[in-house]
Structure formats: structure tokens, C-alpha cells
């Protein structure tokens, strides 16, 4: 199959003229709502701002997002499954699960599966399809919403060619990865200064995993998945009207044998890449679509109106193991996977049946696994007008933007039952769907924000305001009304509204100094029926510095978010143990840092014939409630005040190094993260609620083989570093050891 995969892949590049990856990347992708833009300048935004473009994205060409985000000061990440699969990302100190506390988009359009209402991120774009990757922190991100905590990320998908043009990469390499990423497309001009083109697109990628599930050593735990991507261009000039239209359309496909359950601290030890018998069916079966029409037309006047319609799916069951009941007798006697981890001794007999042992036998029904089973729908229209003015000593260049939005998941769940027989799972029972969870949660949005960026001589002032109102309800229906007939509905609502101002503000000493600053405040919205009925607020302040020459350059900013109601969010993910869904205050929490970057070409500053290019990001952050609670939410438990926010680290940082020339280059990165606690607490962290401090190298080199072709190297983990990446939600989880690939690259 993965053959027939890539072969799919290399047909979606024909014969195209040399020069290709030129005319890709110099498509300006102007019709994207961002702050940035593919090409644009982060060093003029009035804070922080970075973009990972098409040659940054090459180096390592990662399929990782979070590989690529480790080069970022200020982001925070957490590895799941050792392929990025479902990352888990947050800004200066934000929560990282399921990066539900950021604003994730492709192409300026929101991409969690439902963003107002349910914004965990089962669902990520694939990064190795994508051209670039813009990274907002600072106070320009109120362009951006719902959430506006930590930041914004916006990944830019692969934009139309000016010239027929394409590009073919093919990789293979341990653990049976099988990777292929193709697109072909261009522009053409007919009569009457009309211009017509298009793109096809194909990226696939497979792997056998890196773990062994006991008595199954040949069983798959890695992944497939399929992600193609067609857009249609049409630009044309009437009235002294440039007119843009782009119509999108993406179809992916991903089937993962990707699991929640991990191991406990002794079995880590001996053997961390193992799979307890009891995860042998988890699956991960998901599907996502969208459409999406865009329009970008530019007046006489200098004004540019952009709009985006777009309606997006995505679908996924993740069935996996939830919980063991050893003597078969029902949820009463039932054991979460989370508690069973945490305590195998007291839960030894369910122990057993995780571990399935040659010649055991369990009870009936034993093992519990679920199809978590969920639906997301999201739709909207987004408007953006912008233009210059000049009043007296001051350029403006301003835009003001609206959002109409609806979304919503249907959850419907149920429960499959098994026996645990001399290492095998036999199905003995099948519940009704629906029977476990049976609801709606959904939100309809409004937006509207206008900006401002204003220049008077060495100042640049951008202030800014947001306004969002979201209707949230959440419909109940039971688990004894599979058909949804009413006769159990409960219904919660809430709506909040809020306004979200901002203003960053920059003075150029001369064009290699500039000193910036900003604040905004940092806003998210409750869960549908939440009872608080509160949204995550916050206020968020940074002061920066960056200096840059010809061949170096250097960042320094400072932050402080000062959060009056912390939200933490019952997911599976993060342990359970609470209704999923429900929501919980953390109240008053500091989080202060600081983040340094750096990147020089030791080559031209030495005068060498060779590039040496250096870059270098550090991050020191800490997260701390103010005020001391009982909760329910597993990852912060008994909190005092003075306690540290768990899963955040106080230091990480990078450091890469490469050597180019026409002919050949490589690099080595390097990136390091202290250890975290996994509850919340001070002073030192107990073995029990540690994650160990780790050092990942990954090393890639490539050689020009001819103008069109480069023979490519990777090497993931290059030290073959073992480490654990997690505690939740059930037990450790290794990050993923030394993987070699070899590829090739060929444009046309």
C-alpha cells in the first residue's frame, strides 16, 4: 500500500521547467489574512513576531511541529507520540494540552476542530506540506482570536506557483517510515489580462511505530495517513479593480495505532519503548476536510479588501483502552487507566490483565475500551479591509476585520468489552452507542477587530481592539436515548462577551536598533454550559530589544501575564478522573520570562568561502498561582499559593549550527528542556510527578546532485537519547530514539 502511496505522490509532479522551488517561494501568498505574511518582515512588527519561511522549514525538513517550534523562544511544547502527530503546544506559559490555550489557523482560518467550542487540536495540518509558519506573541495578535493568551499560529499551506512549476521529496528510513510530499501548478495568462491557474498537491507518510506491544512483536504501533490539497486561482482586473479569487479544497485521512497508556517508572526503565498487551487495539481512525473561498481585491485607492469563506470537518474514533474491571462486574468495580498507573500495587489485579501474561486468563468484560468517538463542524466568513492615510506628520496603515462563526462536536460514545486470554483481547460484549456519551456542545461567534499602525518619524505606535461575543450550549441527551428523541435533554448555556484591547509600541534608533514594547489582554472563552460561566482573562505585557547586522542579529524581550482566572480543562489527555468537558478555576496566576535569540553567518563575518550559519533561542519562564484551592482537575490537585503551574519549564533552549555551500550543507540543532513537574507544587519535584530534563540532537545533510536534484540525510535523535516525555495521562511515555532517513528532492 505505502508503495501505491508514494507512487501517488511522485504522478502529482510532472515534468515542469527547472527553477521550481524559485517560483514557489516567491509568491508573496498575498491573499492570506495574516500579521507577517509568507515573505513579510517579523523585525517590523511592533513585538514579538517570528516566521519559519520555506528555507527554514527545509533545513530538517521535519514532519514534526514540534521539532520545528523547538527553534522559537517563548513557545512551550509537550511530545506525545513521538511523531507530532497530536501536538501539544503553548506561549509564555500557557497550558499546553491539546493546544487549546492558542489560536491555531492554516491560511488565516481557524483550524481546531471546533475553535469557540470544543478547541482541543486532534486534529493539526500535517508541517510537511507547509510553506511557512508565522509565530505571534505580542500585542499584534489581537488581529487573531478567540484566544489571545499566549499567541497565534499560523501555518501557511503551499501557494499557487507564478510559473508552472513543481517539486518532489521521497524519504525512507527506520522504523519503515515511508514519506512523500509532491505538488505541481502554476499560473496562465489568456486574453484580456486574465490570469488562470492552479495547484494538486499530495502528502503521504507512513511508519511500523517504535514500540513493541507484548506477545505482538510484529504489530504495527506507528501510522498512516494521506493529505491532499487542490486550489484554483483566477485573477483578473475590472474597473481598476485587481480581483483575486482562490477556491481550496483539502482531504486528509490518518489511521494511527497510537495509545494513552504508558508505562510505570519500573518498566520505563527496563524497556521504554514497550506496549502493555492491554493497548493492542487502540486505534486512532480520523478524516478532515475543508473548502474554502477566497477573494482579495486591491482599489485604486490603495485599499485591499480580503475574505474568506470556509467550512471545515473532521472526524475521529479513537478507540482505546479507558479502564479494567479484573472481575467483569461492571463500572462500579472499574479502574481508570490514569488510577492504575498511578497505584499498580493496589490495583494489582487489574495490573494483570493490562499485562496479559502468557497463560492468563481474565474474567469476562475485563477490559474497557471506548470508542471515543466525536464529530466537529465549523463555518464562517471573514472580512478584512485595510488601507493607508496619511494626517499631517503620521502614515497609518490600518485595518479593521469581522468574523461570523458557528461550530460545534457531537460526541457519541460507547464501550466495547473484552477478555484478556493468554495475551490476546476477545471481544464479549459491545455496549449501545451512545451509552457512554451522548451530546452537542456548540457556539456561534461573532467577531470584529480594528488596528492601527501608525508612524511618526522613529515611532511606531499599533494600537489595536478586539470585540468577540460567543453564544455557547451544550444538549445533553442521556445515555439511554441513542436517537436523540428529547426525552432525557438537558440544556446548559452561556454567553460572553468581551473586549480585547492592545497596543505595541516600537522606536528605531537608526535601522540596526530598535526598542519595542506592548499589552494586551489576554482573553479565551468558558466551555459551552460551563457553570463559572467565566472566561480565561488575563493581562499580558513585554518589553524587547533587537539589534541586527549585515550577518547577526540578536533578541531579548521580557514578558509578564498576569491572569485573573486560569482555566483548566477536563480532557482525557490530561488524566480524567472528572467529567470530560467540565471546566475548572485556578484563579490569580503570575507567569514572568524571558526569551534571547540569536543568529549569526560565522562565515561572512570571518570572510569564508563557506556559510556557517548559528542560531541559538532561550527560554526562562515561571508559571505560579497566587492563591492556594482544592481542585478536581487532576494536574493541579491541592494547590497553595507560590505553587509552580505544572508542565511548564523553567529553562529550555536551542542551538544549531550548519555549513553551506553551492554544492552541499548540514546542520546540527540541538535543543535541551529542564525538568517539569506533572502537578502543581514547589520546591523540589518528586520522583513520582517529575519528567527528566533531556538534550535531543537531529542532524541533516544534503548534496546537489544537479540544479534539479539533492541527495538529502536525517538523522532524528542523533545521540539516540531515551526519554520520557510525559506522565499523563496514564503512566510514562517515551520520546521517540535515533531514526535515519535517506531521500531525495527533486524540483522541475
Known amino acids: 500500500m505505502r508503495i501505491a502511496l508514494l507512487s501517488a505522490t511522485a504522478l502529482a509532479a510532472i515534468s515542469m521547467p527547472a527553477g521550481a522551488q524559485q517560483a514557489v517561494t516567491a509568491n508573496s501568498q498575498v491573499d492570506v489574512i495574516s500579521v507577517i505574511g509568507l515573505n513579510g518582515d517579523p523585525n517590523a512588527i511592533p513585538g514579538s513576531a517570528d516566521l519559519l519561511n520555506a528555507d527554514d522549514l527545509a533545513v530538517h525538513d521535519y514532519a514534526d511541529i514540534t521539532r520545528l517550534l523547538r527553534t522559537v523562544a517563548g513557545v512551550n511544547f509537550q511530545e506525545e507520540d513521538g511523531y507530532g502527530l497530536r501536538p501539544n503546544i503553548g506561549m509564555r506559559g500557557t497550558g499546553l494540552d491539546r493546544s487549546e490555550k492558542i489560536t491555531l489557523m492554516e491560511d488565516g482560518v481557524l483550524i481546531a476542530p471546533a475553535p469557540y467550542a470544543a478547541p482541543s487540536a486532534y486534529y493539526f495540518p500535517h508541517t510537511g506540506r507547509m510553506a511557512g509558519i508565522e509565530v505571534i506573541k505580542g500585542a499584534a495578535g489581537v488581529r487573531y482570536g478567540p484566544r489571545?493568551?499566549?499567541?497565534?499560529?499560523?501555518?501557511?499551506s503551499t501557494p499557487v506557483p507564478e510559473e508552472f512549476s513543481g517539486r518532489l521529496d521521497l524519504w525512507a528510513g527506520d522504523e519503515g517510515i515511508l514519506r512523500g510530499h509532491g505538488f505541481a501548478g502554476g499560473m496562465t495568462e489568456l486574453e484580456g489580462g486574465v490570469r488562470i491557474g492552479g495547484l494538486l498537491e499530495a502528502y503521504l507518510d507512513s511508519a511500523d511505530g517504535f514500540k513493541t506491544i507484548d506477545g505482538l512483536e510484529s504489530a504495527s504501533t506507528g501510522y498512516e495517513l494521506e493529505d491532499f490539497v487542490g486550489k484554483l486561482r483566477l485573477e483578473f482586473t475590472s474597473a481598476g479593480i485587481d480581483h483575486m479569487f482562490e477556491l481550496k479544497g483539502q482531504i486528509s485521512d490518518e489511521v494511527s495505532d497510537e495509545t494513552y497508556l504508558g508505562l510505570t517508572d519500573t518498566d520505563f526503565a527496563a524497556d521504554p519503548f514497550r506496549r502493555y498487551a492491554g493497548s493492542q487495539l487502540d486505534q486512532m481512525n480520523a478524516d478532515h476536510s475543508e473548502?474554502?473561498?477566497?477573494?482579495?481585491?486591491?482599489?485604486?485607492?490603495?485599499?485591499?479588501?480580503?475574505?474568506?469563506?470556509?467550512?471545515?470537518r473532521f472526524g475521529r474514533d479513537w478507540f482505546k483502552l479507558d479502564s479494567v474491571d479484573p472481575d467483569g462486574a461492571g463500572a462500579a468495580s472499574a479502574v481508570s487507566i490514569s488510577a492504575l498507573l498511578?497505584?499498580?500495587?493496589?490495583?494489582?489485579?487489574?495490573?494483570?490483565?493490562?499485562?496479559?501474561?502468557?497463560?492468563?486468563v481474565s474474567a469476562d468484560d475485563a477490559l474497557r475500551v471506548k470508542h471515543n468517538n466525536r464529530d466537529y463542524t465549523a463555518q464562517g466568513v471573514q472580512l478584512e479591509l485595510a488601507g493607508d492615510l496619511t494626517l499631517g506628520r503620521t502614515d497609518n496603515a490600518w485595518r479593521v476585520g469581522l468574523r461570523v462563526h458557528r461550530d460545534d462536536m457531537d460526541r457519541f460514545q460507547w464501550l466495547e468489552r473484552f477478555r484478556m486470554d493468554d495475551g490476546v483481547m476477545v471481544?464479549?460484549?459491545?455496549?449501545?452507542?451512545?451509552?457512554?456519551?451522548?451530546?452537542?456542545?456548540?457556539?456561534?461567534?461573532?467577531?470584529?477587530?480594528?488596528?492601527?499602525?501608525?508612524?511618526?518619524?522613529?515611532?511606531?505606535?499599533?494600537?489595536?481592539?478586539?470585540?468577540?461575543?460567543?453564544?455557547?450550549?451544550?444538549?445533553?441527551?442521556?445515555?439511554?436515548?441513542?436517537?436523540?428523541?428529547?426525552?432525557?435533554?438537558?440544556?446548559?448555556?452561556?454567553?460572553?462577551?468581551?473586549?480585547?484591547?492592545?497596543?505595541?509600541?516600537?522606536?528605531d534608533f537608526n535601522n540596526q536598533l530598535s526598542v519595542f514594547g506592548?499589552?494586551?489582554?489576554?482573553?479565551?472563552?468558558?466551555?459551552?454550559?460551563?457553570?463559572?460561566?467565566?472566561?480565561?482573562?488575563?493581562?499580558?505585557?513585554?518589553?524587547?530589544?533587537?539589534?541586527?547586522?549585515?550577518?547577526?542579529?540578536?533578541?531579548?524581550?521580557?514578558?509578564?501575564?498576569?491572569?485573573?482566572?486560569?482555566?483548566?480543562?477536563?480532557?482525557?489527555?490530561?488524566?480524567?478522573?472528572?467529567?470530560?468537558?467540565?471546566q475548572f478555576d485556578g484563579g490569580q496566576v503570575d507567569v514572568r520570562g524571558l526569551e534571547l535569540t540569536a543568529d549569526a553567518d560565522l562565515g561572512s563575518l570571518l570572510d569564508l568561502p563557506v556559510s556557517i550559519p548559528v542560531r541559538g533561542a532561550y527560554t526562562w519562564t515561571e508559571a505560579e498561582f497566587q492563591t492556594g484551592f482544592n481542585s478536581g482537575y487532576?494536574?493541579?490537585?491541592?494547590?497553595?499559593?507560590?505553587?509552580?503551574?505544572?508542565?511548564?519549564?523553567?529553562?529550555?533552549?536551542?542551538?544549531?549550527?550548519?555549513?553551506?555551500?553551492?554544492?552541499?550543507?548540514?546542520?546540527?540543532?540541538?535543543?535541551?528542556?529542564?525538568?517539569?513537574?506533572?502537578?502543581?507544587?514547589?520546591?523540589?519535584?518528586?520522583?513520582?510527578?517529575?519528567?527528566?530534563?533531556?538534550?535531543?540532537?537531529?542532524?541533516?545533510?544534503?548534496?546537489?546532485?544537479s540544479d534539479q536534484v539533492r541527495a538529502r540525510l536525517s538523522v532524528r535523535n542523533l545521540t539516540d537519547e531515551t526519554y520520557a516525555v510525559a506522565r499523563q495521562p496514564a503512566g510514562l511515555r517515551p520520546g521517540a530514539p535515533r531514526a535515519v532517513l535517506v531521500g531525495v528532492s527533486m524540483q522541475f
Open 342 to 360: 498511578e497505584d499498580t500495587v493496589t490495583h494489582s489485579d487489574a495490573f494483570d490483565v493490562v499485562l496479559g501474561a502468557a497463560g492468563f
Open 518 to 582: 506592548g499589552v494586551h489582554r489576554g482573553f479565551a472563552p468558558p466551555a459551552p454550559g460551563s457553570t463559572s460561566q467565566e472566561p480565561e482573562d488575563a493581562r499580558n505585557w513585554e518589553i524587547g530589544a533587537r539589534y541586527g547586522r549585515e550577518h547577526w542579529s540578536v533578541e531579548a524581550i521580557g514578558f509578564f501575564n498576569e491572569y485573573e482566572n486560569l482555566i483548566g480543562s477536563c480532557t482525557n489527555s490530561t488524566g480524567g478522573g472528572c467529567t470530560i468537558g467540565d
Open 148 to 156: 489571545t493568551q499566549g499567541g497565534s499560529l499560523n501555518l501557511f
Open 427 to 507: 471481544q464479549t460484549s459491545v455496549d449501545a452507542p451512545g451509552s457512554d456519551s451522548n451530546r452537542i456542545e456548540s457556539a456561534e461567534a461573532l467577531a470584529f477587530f480594528v488596528q492601527d499602525e501608525i508612524s511618526i518619524g522613529n515611532w511606531t505606535l499599533t494600537p489595536g481592539l478586539r470585540y468577540e461575543r460567543v453564544e455557547l450550549r451544550r444538549e445533553d441527551f442521556g445515555k439511554t436515548d441513542p436517537d436523540r428523541t428529547g426525552t432525557n435533554l438537558t440544556v446548559r448555556s452561556n454567553t460572553v462577551e468581551a473586549l480585547i484591547p492592545g497596543l505595541g509600541v516600537r522606536y
Open 291 to 312: 473548502i474554502s473561498l477566497r477573494y482579495r481585491g486591491e482599489f485604486s485607492n490603495g485599499l485591499v479588501l480580503s475574505a474568506v469563506a470556509y467550512s471545515t
Open 634 to 705: 487532576e494536574p493541579w490537585g491541592v494547590v497553595e499559593a507560590g505553587d509552580l503551574v505544572p508542565y511548564i519549564p523553567e529553562q529550555q533552549g536551542f542551538l544549531a549550527i550548519g555549513l553551506e555551500t553551492s554544492r552541499y550543507g548540514g546542520e546540527i540543532a540541538m535543543s535541551w528542556v529542564e525538568a517539569v513537574r506533572t502537578v502543581a507544587g514547589q520546591g523540589a519535584i518528586s520522583p513520582d510527578a517529575r519528567v527528566e530534563a533531556h538534550t535531543v540532537a537531529d542532524f541533516s545533510a544534503w548534496y546537489a546532485v
